[in-house]
T-cell receptor
Framework: DVKVTQSSRYLVKRTGEKVFLECVQDMDHENMFWYRQDPGLGLRLIYFSYDVKMKEKGDIPEGYSVSREKKERFSLILESASTNQTSMYLC????????????FGAGTRLSVL | QKEVEQNSGPLSVPEGAIASLNCTYSDRGSQSFFWYRQYSGKSPELIMFIYSNGDKEDGRFTAQLNKASQYVSLLIRDSQPSDSATYLCAPKRRNTPLVFGKGTRLSVIA
């Protein structure tokens, strides 16, 4: 079974803090994705990566950056957390191209106070 | 026109009934379609995918695709309270990330 592991289920941070959300997959997938999910807005793609050290902006990249130094790990960085970044963050991975089946981690619910 | 449209619901059906969930999409280049189920507080999980016109059945679930009408649906027969969840539709396009609909919330009443 594919396993996508997000480092934290719940996180509480203060405005202005630098926040790291970590995601690791164990199936040697090429592609990894970060989404945020908010009520009424659905899943929105923040960033994705098709290969190590490679990244592409999704639909809502402002205020976020990412890092992919190793194939299995994809990190989402909030450079200076703001209250409007309070959300559920979901990491996903897929084996083939971006349009392939995506497997999701359990999610990190981030609260920025 | 939004890329993927789903009725947000809630769609309420009695236990044992057929639940019908619908999805329309705008990109005629979409090759196939995924249905994900998301329980409250959990992450989405894949339950079905369909790539050709017609029906695909898997247990109590049937996906129906009509590419000419740009319409895909998910039928759940003999609905159970455990089917209560949000169902997300996602068209697959070549080499671009999936775009998910906002989902339809299904409530199966015992």
């Amino acid at each position: 079974d594919v396993k996508v592991t997000q480092s934290s289920r719940y996180l509480v941070k203060r405005t202005g803090e630098k926040v790291f959300l970590e995601c690791v997959q164990d199936m040697d997938h090429e592609n990894m994705f970060w989404y945020r999910q908010d009520p009424g807005l659905g899943l929105r793609l923040i960033y994705f990566s098709y290969d190590v050290k490679m990244k592409e902006k999704g639909d809502i990249p402002e205020g976020y950056s990412v890092s992919r130094e190793k194939k299995e790990r994809f990190s989402l960085i909030l450079e200076s957390a703001s209250t409007n970044q309070t959300s559920m963050y979901l990491c996903a991975s897929s084996l083939y191209g971006g349009g392939d089946i995506q497997y999701f981690g359990a999610g990190t619910r981030l609260s920025v106070l | 026109q939004k890329e993927v449209e789903q009725n947000s619901g809630p769609l309420s059906v009695p236990e044992g009934a057929i639940a019908s969930l619908n999805c329309t999409y705008s990109d005629r280049g979409s090759q196939s379609f995924f249905w994900y189920r998301q329980y409250s507080g959990k992450s989405p999980e894949l339950i079905m995918f369909i790539y050709s016109n017609g029906d695909k059945e898997d247990g109590r679930f049937t996906a129906q695709l009509n590419k000419a009408s740009q319409y895909v649906s998910l039928l759940i027969r003999d609905s159970q309270p455990s089917d209560s969840a949000t169902y997300l539709c996602a068209p697959k396009r070549r080499n671009t990330p999936l775009v998910f609909g906002k989902g339809t919330r299904l409530s199966v009443i015992a």
